[in-house]
């Protein structure tokens, strides 16, 4: 929208249709939800702590991944533990479409361009004078030093 009871842009519908629906379901058992990554890491982190052979290094980039018949080796970079490698039977790569990890393993993407960047903002704010009975995942905030973040 270009402002916040201004017009309405677009929008992004998730399983709208069955037919969609029943897409989203040829590829994963799970369905698509959106989760911001502040609410989504610390249940994560919590989960791994159930696994005592998993360690989580939070801001660490896997610089290089080698495989052979035992197993991978991920060599990483991080602030906090500086270089090292890392071995384990396999690696699971959910960096993101632009991963460090998916360009280690030369896994392309043949999806549409970039739709741009974009900067998410964490913030609470009563919007529901707003939504103008529409209901919402997202809001796009449209400035003039910003053409069009989404959040």
Request: a negative charge; charged letters at 20%.
């Amino acid at each position: 929208m270009t402002r916040l009871k201004g017009i309405e842009l677009g929008k992004i519908t998730v399983g709208g249709t069955q037919a969609e629906t029943d897409l989203f379901h040829s590829w994963s058992p799970e369905t698509m939800a959106f989760c911001s990554q502040d609410i989504y890491e610390p249940l994560f982190a919590a989960a791994i702590k159930e696994y005592p052979s998993v360690e989580l290094r939070l801001a660490a980039e896997a610089s290089t991944i080698t495989q052979d018949k035992d197993g991978v080796s991920v060599g990483y970079t991080s602030r906090e533990h500086g270089n090292g490698t890392v071995r384990a039977q396999y690696v699971i790569g959910a960096d993101g479409t632009r991963s460090p990890t998916r360009h280690c393993l030369g896994i392309g993407e043949d999806a549409l361009p970039s739709f741009g960047n974009s900067i998410n903002v964490v913030f609470e704010a009563d919007m529901e004078a707003y939504r103008a009975g529409r209901s919402m995942a997202f809001f796009g905030l449209s400035t003039a030093i910003y053409k069009c973040v989404r959040l």
